[in-house]
């Protein structure tokens, strides 16, 4: 990413919040959840603004938080399009990559419409469809600036929703002690929602807790 095209990025990412990663005196409201996108795991050239649920730049960040729940559900928003990957990853995972799972440590949808794992391409869904309920029309599953990606996990299976709708392309070969993933690029923001979700979880699917809280 060029210094013009990062400045501009960050400009829009910012959009008169204060930057979560320089600042430890800004100004915040109480936190309801603890959870949020951790300055501890990040790549060099991305920023996490809005109090920690804010991603530009070009790299990776991780959630603080692993999903150590039987069942851990949570959206990302695709606030500006550009080239983004969601998903999970491990802490061993490279941050200073701008696209999920193009390492054995990360598993993601990317903004091109793959799924991968391991730089291999696990499924694209560009081609799939998804019939509304009135049966008469067609939209193509490509996710689009603005829309809702939901993400849900059970140890057994990495799924992804689309502004509700089931993608069925399950991943089943998650390993390891894994986060949320956030990537971004080339002007992408990415806002990622830990409660007060958009679309309804699925049955017996909650927020990410912590560890503690499970006891």
């Not at 603004?49 to 959206?75: D, I, T, W």
Request: glycine share 8%; proline share 4%; with cysteine.
């Amino acid at each position: 990413m060029t210094s013009v095209s990062m400045f501009s990025c960050f400009r829009s990412c910012l959009d008169g919040l204060n930057v979560y990663r320089i600042s430890s005196h800004a100004p915040h409201a109480a936190k309801e959840n603890p959870i949020h996108l951790d300055t501890a795991f990040l790549g060099y050239e991305v920023v996490i603004v809005k109090s920690g649920h804010r991603l530009c730049g070009a790299g990776a960040a991780l959630g603080n938080a692993p999903l150590v729940q039987s069942k851990s559900y949570f959206e990302v928003k695709i606030q500006q399009g550009g080239s983004w990957s969601i998903g999970l990853a491990t802490r061993q995972t490279d941050l200073s990559l701008t696209q999920g799972g193009n390492d054995e440590y990360s598993w993601a949808l990317c903004s091109d419409n793959v799924i991968r794992h391991n730089k291999q391409e696990i499924y694209r869904i560009g081609t799939a469809t998804n019939i509304v309920a009135n049966g008469t029309n067609a939209t193509p599953l490509a996710p689009q600036e603005g829309d809702i990606i939901s993400v849900s996990y059970d140890h057994i299976q990495l799924k992804f929703y689309l502004n509700g709708s089931e993608l069925e392309f399950p991943v089943t070969n998650v390993k390891g002690t894994v986060y949320p993933a956030l990537y971004v690029d080339d002007g992408a923001i990415l806002d990622i929602i830990l409660d007060n979700f958009n679309i309804a979880p699925p049955g017996g699917f909650d927020k990410i807790m912590l560890e503690q809280s499970l006891l």
